[in-house]
C-alpha cells in the first residue's frame, strides 16, 4: 500500500440515469472531472472505467487513491423497474395481511382502474407467513415463540425460492428477542440466506409503516449487495487501497459494509450528493436559503435548503410508495435533457417520464434512437455546441437532431422545426417549474426569496427560464454544476442515525429513562463509527425527539439537550415554535414524545476552494453562433463565453451562452451575470 499523504487522491463517482460523473482532487490541488455514459445493466462496470479513464487522462493510479466515495441509484432503479428480489414476509400470527391491508387510503379516488396503495408486489400472499408469538406494548413476553412453526414457515419460503427474508414481529421495536431468535434460527438453517429484521430497520412504532421499511430493505439487500461486492471486487483487483464509501439517503457517507446491511437507506444516495455541494455552493455565495434543481438525463431532482440546512424527512416517497426511513426532501420528477418528446393522439406537446438515456440516446447521439429528445431540441436551438458536449469527449450529430424533431414533433403540429424545439423547452419548463413549487409553494415557502441553484448536466440550459416563470430574481451556477453531485461526496461527512421508539407524555417524562435510552443510542451510533475507523474526538452528536400533540398522527423532529435539568420544559416550548411555523398556529395542549434519535457525524468540507478548477489557458470568448430564444422571433446571434475563462470580477449581459466541459448555461435576455470572489456565476434579473 503506498503512502496515503498529501499526494494522495480523492474520487467521487455519481451515477445517472444517463452519465456516471466522476471528480478526482488530491489536498492543495486542482479538481479533475470527467463524464462516462452509464453502463445500464450493471453501473459497476461505468464506476471501474471511469478509474481507467482517470488513470489514462490525468495519470491517476489507483494505489494513489486516498478515498473512495460513490453516490449510486441502483435501489430507487430496482424498485422503479421491478427488479429487487423475491422475497418472503414472516410476521406474527394475524397480522400477515399488514402489508397488503395498509392504511386503507387512496391518493387518487376516482381513476377507472384503481391501482394497489400497497407495496404487495414485495410479498404477495402466498409468499407472506405468519407464525405464533407475542410481545406486549411494553416489551414482556405474552406468547413464546413457536420455533417449530418458525422452521416450517422458513422451509416453505426457502422451497418457494425466496432470495431474502423479511421478519416484522408486533412490538419487536420493544422487545427484540423474538426476531433476533427467528434470525437466528433461519441462519443456522439456511447459512447463505439474507434476513432482514424490523427492529434494525425501522425501531418505531407503527406496524404498516415498519412492515413496508423491513420488506423494501429485504426487497433491495440481494441487488445491492452483489453490486456492492463487485464494485469492491473491483476496486481490490484494480490496486485501489481504500474501502468503498456511499451516500446514504440523509446526506451523509457510510461503509460499503453497512450500505449492504441496511440498503432502504440509499434510495436518494444520488441525489443527496447534488444537495450537499448546493448547500456548500449557496454558503460561498453567501445564501442560505436556496432551491436546488440537478437536472440530468433521465430526471430533475428538487431539494429546498433552508438556513443553510437540507429539509430531512422521516420517510419519503419511493416509486409512489411512501417508506418510512430518513432522507433529504428531494422531489423526483421524469424530466432530463434525454426526456422523450412526442405528439399524442389528442395533438398535444409530451415531454417525459420516458426518457432515451444513455442506450441508445437522443438522437443527435448517432448510436440509432429515432425519437426526439430535449436534447435534440437543444443542438436544433444551437444552445449545445456539438463539437464540444461532454467537454469534447463526445460528438453530437445535428443533422439527426434536426431530422427527428422535424419528423417527430414539428410535422404533426404543423410547426418549423425551431418553433417545435422552443416548444420542447416551454413544456419540460414548465413541469419543473411545477416540481419546484411542490416544494416550496406546497409547504407555505415564497421561491421568490430563495436563490436557484442548477445542477447536473442540463441544469444551466433551464435556470434563467425557470427562475423568470418562478418570480426568482437570483441564480447562482456552480463552477462545476454537471458534476456537483459527485463533488458533494466529497464534502459530505460521515454520518451515521439510530432511533428508538419512546413512548411517553412529556409532563410524566421519565428523565433518567429518557438518557438511558440516549445513551444505549449513541453508543450504538458510536460503536458504527468505530468500525468506520472514526476517532471520537472527532464526532459530532446531536440528539432529538419525535413529538407530537396527544391525539395527533404525525410528529415533529425537536432537537435537544439531553443534558439539561429543564429538558421536558424545553421540549415543550421547542415543540410549540416548530408546530406554529410548520402548521401556522400552536396551543398549550397535551404533547408526547414518541422517539429519540441520535445523529453523529464525522468529516465534511465547507471549503468551496476545494473543488477549485485548474486553469485551461482558453480565451474569454468562442467563436459566436446563432441561437432562438423565447420571446425573440428568428434566430439572434449571442455572445459564446468560456466559463474557466472567467475570472471573479467579470462580468457581461444576455442573452449570452457560457460553456464549460461538464454543462452550458443559457443566460436569456434580461439577465446579467458575473463572476462572485468564490468562482460562482451569479445571474440576476436585470431590474429585479
Known amino acids: 500500500m503506498t503512502d496515503r499523504g498529501e499526494a494522495a487522491w480523492e474520487i ?25 455514459p452509464t453502463s445500464r445493466a450493471d453501473p459497476s462496470i461505468s464506476v471501474l472505467a471511469s478509474l481507467e479513464a482517470l488513470r489514462t487522462k ?17 435501489a430507487t432503479n430496482a424498485v422503479l423497474e421491478r427488479k429487487g428480489a423475491k422475497i418472503g414476509l414472516i410476521t406474527t400470527k394475524g397480522f400477515r395481511d399488514v402489508l397488503e391491508i395498509g392504511r386503507q387510503s387512496r391518493r387518487q379516488m376516482y381513476d377507472v382502474v384503481l391501482r394497489p396503495q400497497t407495496p404487495v408486489f414485495l410479498a404477495p400472499g402466498r409468499f407472506r407467513k405468519e407464525v405464533t408469538e407475542r410481545i406486549s406494548a411494553t416489551g414482556e413476553i405474552v406468547t413464546p415463540l413457536d420455533e417449530a412453526g418458525l422452521r416450517r414457515a422458513a422451509d416453505e419460503l426457502v422451497a418457494d425460492g425466496v432470495e431474502a427474508i423479511a421478519i416484522v414481529f408486533l412490538f419487536s421495536f420493544a422487545n427484540p428477542v423474538h426476531e433476533q431468535l427467528a434470525k437466528d434460527i433461519i441462519q443456522q438453517a439456511y447459512p447463505d440466506q439474507m434476513i432482514s429484521v424490523s427492529h434494525a430497520v425501522d425501531q418505531n412504532f407503527r406496524e404498516y409503516e415498519r412492515t413496508v421499511a423491513t420488506a423494501f430493505d429485504a426487497y433491495l439487500k440481494p441487488a445491492v449487495d452483489r453490486y456492492l461486492a463487485r464494485l469492491e ?22 461503509s460499503a459494509a453497512v450500505a449492504r446491511s441496511r440498503p432502504v437507506r440509499l434510495f436518494l444516495s444520488g441525489p443527496a450528493g447534488g444537495v450537499v455541494g448546493g448547500r456548500i455552493v449557496g454558503a460561498s455565495a453567501g445564501d442560505g436559503d436556496l432551491i436546488t434543481i440537478d437536472v440530468g438525463g433521465t430526471s430533475a431532482d428538487i431539494a429546498l435548503i433552508s438556513r443553510r440546512k437540507p429539509l430531512i424527512r422521516s420517510e419519503g416517497d419511493v416509486a409512489g410508495f411512501l417508506v418510512r426511513t430518513p432522507m433529504v426532501d428531494v422531489n423526483t420528477i421524469g424530466s432530463g435533457g434525454g426526456s422523450i418528446a412526442r405528439v399524442d393522439a389528442g395533438g398535444g406537446l409530451k415531454v417525459g417520464p420516458q426518457s432515451a438515456g444513455s442506450e441508445p440516446g437522443p438522437a443527435c447521439y448517432g448510436r440509432g ?8 431540441a437543444s443542438v436544433v436551438l444551437g444552445y449545445l455546441d456539438p463539437d464540444y458536449f461532454a467537454g469534447g469527449t463526445f460528438r453530437l450529430d445535428a443533422g439527426l437532431a434536426f431530422d427527428v424533431v422535424e419528423k417527430t414533433v414539428a410535422r404533426p403540429l404543423g410547426l418549423s422545426v425551431h418553433a417545435a424545439a422552443l416548444g420542447i423547452h416551454r413544456v419540460l419548463n414548465a413541469q419543473m417549474a411545477e416540481g419546484i413549487r411542490q416544494v416550496s409553494v406546497r409547504q407555505g415557502i415564497d421561491p421568490r426569496s430563495y436563490a436557484l441553484v442548477p445542477l447536473g448536466g442540463a441544469g444551466g440550459l433551464h435556470a434563467t427560464a425557470l427562475a423568470s416563470e418562478l418570480g426568482i430574481r437570483r441564480v447562482i451556477v456552480p463552477r462545476l454544476p454537471g458534476v456537483l453531485a459527485a463533488a458533494g461526496l466529497l464534502a459530505a461527512p460521515i454520518e451515521h442515525e439510530v432511533s428508538a421508539a419512546f413512548a411517553s407524555p412529556i409532563d410524566a417524562l421519565d428523565v433518567d429513562a429518557m438518557r438511558a435510552t440516549i445513551r444505549d443510542l449513541d453508543a450504538r451510533a458510536s460503536e458504527l463509527m468505530r468500525n468506520e475507523h472514526v476517532a471520537s474526538d472527532a464526532v459530532t452528536v446531536t440528539h432529538s425527539a419525535d413529538m407530537c400533540f396527544i391525539g395527533q398522527s404525525y410528529t415533529l423532529e425537536i432537537p435537544f439537550d439531553p443534558s439539561r435539568a429543564d429538558v421536558a420544559q424545553c421540549l415543550y416550548e421547542d415543540f410549540l415554535v416548530a408546530h406554529d411555523r410548520v402548521y401556522g398556529h400552536a396551543f398549550r395542549a397535551p404533547a408526547k414524545i414518541t422517539a429519540f434519535r441520535a445523529v453523529h457525524q464525522a468529516g465534511g468540507s465547507d471549503d468551496i476552494a476545494e473543488m477549485r478548477l485548474a486553469p485551461s489557458g482558453t480565451a474569454l470568448d468562442l467563436p459566436r453562433r446563432q441561437i432562438h430564444v423565447a420571446g425573440i422571433d428568428g434566430p439572434v446571434e449571442v455572445r459564446v463565453l468560456s466559463r474557466s475563462a472567467m475570472t471573479p470580477g467579470f462580468e457581461f449581459k444576455g442573452p449570452a451562452i457560457v460553456q464549460q466541459s461538464d454543462t452550458t448555461t443559457l443566460v436569456e435576455p434580461g439577465w446579467s451575470g458575473r463572476v462572485d470572489e468564490a468562482g460562482n456565476l451569479i445571474l440576476e434579473r436585470e431590474g429585479a
Open 12 to 36: 467521487g463517482v455519481d451515477i445517472g440515469g444517463t452519465f456516471t460523473d466522476v471528480v478526482c482532487r488530491r489536498p492543495g490541488g486542482p479538481l479533475h472531472v470527467m463524464k462516462v
Open 58 to 74: 490525468h495519470g491517476v493510479s489507483p494505489n494513489e487513491l486516498a478515498r473512495f466515495a460513490h453516490g449510486t441509484t441502483v
Open 233 to 254: 471486487d473491483g476496486l481490490a483487483r484494480s490496486g485501489a487501497p481504500v474501502p468503498l464509501q456511499v451516500m446514504q439517503s440523509r446526506g451523509g457517507l457510510t
Open 369 to 376: 434512437g429515432t425519437q426526439a429528445t430535449v436534447c435534440d
